[in-house]
């Protein structure tokens, strides 16, 4: 073993051309730890909400819409950020996120955002990423703050405990299915433009429920 270790030493104190191998390895040691810990650093100054609505078109659109909702204020005082619905908390979406947001960067230094009239212009353009996105995860943002099987099915009202209990418990649907426009106003959505590019109507499952809650009204 002392062997071993006398080796060991010989190789880290071995100079190379100008300093040796283990002041050179404790030295990539150190700058690692201060690169990974600068990387998460800068990685969760972004995910503040001070940060998202830095911006003035974020804080002008987005923001207000959102500060009339139950996420922004209600009973309980526990509220969604920006990063809650738009980040995922796991570390290698979270970061697979913040590359695929990098490219957002370009509107904001290009300004194609900047008028309120330039967001309206985008607004289904932007909804329709984003709800791409959350059906493709299955809606991982939403599941970051709501459990399903933590959820009361009988403290819910009869519409919202069924597509629960049936759709969203089967996967036939995932939570933005329903709840598009939780957070921020809804595009113009009219049937001549579904048509034209073959997006689902908006209001398919909440008019889907609307129907069955007639039927079993009925039985």
């Keep these: 073993m002392k062997r071993f270790f006398t080796r060991y030493w010989r190789i880290l104190s071995r100079p190379s051309v100008h300093f040796s191998l283990g002041f050179l390895t404790l030295g990539g040691f150190i700058a690692g730890i201060i690169f990974w810990g600068g990387f998460n650093t800068a990685m969760e100054a972004t995910n503040t ?77 932007l909804a329709e990423r984003e709800w791409s996105r959350l059906q ?31 759709n969203l418990a089967t996967g036939e649907a995932t939570c933005i299915d329903c709840h598009k426009g939780i957070a921020h106003e809804l595009p113009d959505m009219s049937p001549r433009i579904e048509a034209a590019v073959g997006t689902p109507d908006i209001v398919s499952w909440a008019a889907h429920l609307e129907l069955e809650s007639g039927a079993y009204a009925e039985q």
């Design 136 to 166: 493709a995860n299955d809606s991982l943002e939403c599941r970051n703050c709501h459990e399903f099987d933590s959820m009361d099915f009988t403290l819910q009202g009869p519409r919202a405990a069924r597509a629960h209990s049936t």
């Design 49 to 125: 909400e001070q940060f998202c609505i830095s911006c003035h078109e974020m804080e002008r659109n987005p923001m207000q819409e959102l500060k009339t909702t139950i996420h922004y204020s209600n009973r309980s005082g526990v509220r969604a950020t920006c990063s809650d619905c738009h980040v995922p908390h796991g570390w290698t979406h979270k970061v697979a996120r913040k590359m695929e947001a990098s490219k957002e960067v370009w509107g904001w230094v290009f300004g194609s955002i900047r008028t309120e009239e330039q967001f309206e212009a985008k607004r289904r353009e």
